[in-house]
């Protein structure tokens, strides 16, 4: 048996402690809500209002958690299960929803276009390391009332890996879930084999804001995973030490928990996060600081302490090039948050405090998640003995070399990089960054699309193209 390594950072004392006065904050101050669906489904359920103000008593919050899954799958288009949120079983995608793309050329962000989230969604399909697709980029050339929509089916027409999406309106919902379950082969369908998870963000501190309940709610009542990311930001819009940003945390995921049960006991949900310190010097949000990763660390730990599927946002970096700071900041966040057992780890391949997007950080970011892959497998005993036999093999030179034990075992305890990673003893080849630029070219080269994922576009194209035509887009770029 091998021991997976894990790392927690709360202690269980301090742990009961946040958990205790998250509870509290439930009733006092309570949470900011308005939405009227939320405020009926808490009120009718014992949940007092006023002005604007939820309170929620601890033993409906528990009620809740404990109608709340354990564990779910999320399914790739032929219909296998390719992400398991459950205990320590640990996954990465690319981080959402960014306005930018760091163009190749000119090391300069400029506004992401549809061909930039193809690209990028075509050099995930290719690498191995990310279990799941994200909706990656806002593409500046679809009109905004159906960007959520689109990015979605840019997404699907050309990845058969599960998605990690979200709506940024309550009329954005609907459109979006017509979409996978035109995919999917009905409402039905989609409910029983989900092929996406939808994040959905409480507005700090305390707040859910119209848009964020009724997504919530409709939702749990679509049978299709919600992911509360709630985002404290210490200093500003949550107190400013770890212990207290790690209780508001709790806090707003506990509210979403309560509206999303309530709207449909049992529906598959993810206590996940994006929270963050900020720095008092600049009133930058440093993503990539050891403190961030620390806080969605502790958020996690908090989640699996109830029983929880897990989410955190790491592998980010502050740095606007894809340079040694970029590859610091991201490889410690891969390690700790595998390190933490996160179910999923979104943010890699983003810069600039998730304000831009790379694609060939996203190619770098892979092998930062190998190792951290590699770390979480172990050590174990292939052989028995471990050594002697080896050794009187080997005899007195040494030369393990020509032992079939090596050669039939070096590639299980080796993780071997690619090209991107310089080990061998010639010159280096260029930098890093050109040596990932080569890797997403040969990526993007050897991509073909599966017969499924073609089978499928023109039920994609016919369930998108009535939004389209209203939002005055006469072509479907992208496809």
């Known amino acids: 048996m091998t021991l997976q390594p894990h790392l927690d950072l709360l202690d269980p004392a301090l742990l009961t402690r946040i958990l205790d006065e998250a509870f509290e904050l439930l009733r006092d101050p309570g949470i900011k809500l308005t939405a009227p669906e939320a405020v009926e489904l808490l009120t009718s359920s014992g949940a007092s209002f006023a002005d604007g103000i939820a309170r929620i008593p601890r033993h409906l919050a528990e009620r809740a958690l404990a109608a709340a899954p354990r564990e779910f799958s999320l399914y790739a288009r032929d219909g ?108 039905d369908a989609l409910r029983a084999k989900p092929r996406a998870v939808f994040d959905v963000c409480p507005s700090p501190p305390l707040n859910w804001s119209d848009f964020a309940a009724e997504n919530i709610v409709e939702l749990a009542r679509a049978g299709v995973p919600a992911q509360i990311v709630p985002v404290p930001l210490a200093g500003i819009a949550a107190p400013v030490t770890l212990a207290g940003a790690t209780v508001q945390h709790a806090a707003e995921a506990l509210a979403g928990i309560a509206l999303h049960q309530l709207a449909s006991p049992g529906a598959p949900v993810v206590w996940g996060g994006a929270p963050a310190i900020v720095d008092m010097r600049s009133g930058a949000t440093p993503w990539g600081a050891i403190e961030s990763v620390m806080l969605n660390m502790a958020c996690a730990q908090i989640g699996k302490r109830l029983g929880l599927p897990t989410h955190a946002y790491l592998v980010a970096s502050d740095s606007k090039l894809v340079d040694a700071q970029a590859g610091m900041e991201s490889g410690v966040s891969a390690v700790l948050g595998a390190l933490a057992g996160i179910n999923m780890i979104s943010g890699a391949g983003m810069l600039d405090s998730l304000a831009c997007h790379s694609v060939e950080k996203l190619a770098l970011d892979a092998e930062a998640i190998a190792s951290a892959q590699r770390l979480l497998a172990g050590i174990e005993a292939r052989t028995t003995p471990l050594t002697t036999a080896m050794f009187a093999a080997a005899g007195p030179k040494g030369e393990f070399l020509k032992l079939p034990e090596t050669r039939k075992l070096f590639r299980l305890e080796q993780h071997l990089p690619s090209d991107i990673i310089e080990r061998g003893p010639s010159a280096p080849s260029g930098d890093t960054f050109s040596r990932a630029r080569q890797r997403v070219a040969e990526l993007l080269a050897s991509y073909q699309p599966s017969s499924l994922c073609l089978a499928s576009r023109d039920r994609l194209r016919t369930a998108i193209s009535g939004h389209a035509q209203r939002a005055g887009l006469a072509d479907l770029p992208g496809v």
Request: charged content about 15%.
């Open 80 to 187: 296998t299960p390719a992400v398991r949120y459950a205990g320590g079983a640990v996954h990465f995608d690319p981080g959402s929803s960014c306005l930018n793309i760091l163009d190749p050329e000119t090391l300069q962000p400029r506004p992401a276009l549809s061909a930039d989230l193809v690209r990028l969604v075509q050099v995930a399909e290719m690498l191995p390391q990310y279990d799941a697709q994200s909706t990656a980029l806002v593409c500046a050339d679809i009109p905004e009332a159906i960007a959520d929509l689109y990015r979605l089916f840019l997404v699907l027409c050309w990845s058969d890996k599960p998605v990690v999406t979200g709506a940024f309106s309550a009329a954005g919902l609907a459109p979006m879930l017509d979409l996978l379950a035109a995919e999917a082969g009905g409402r």
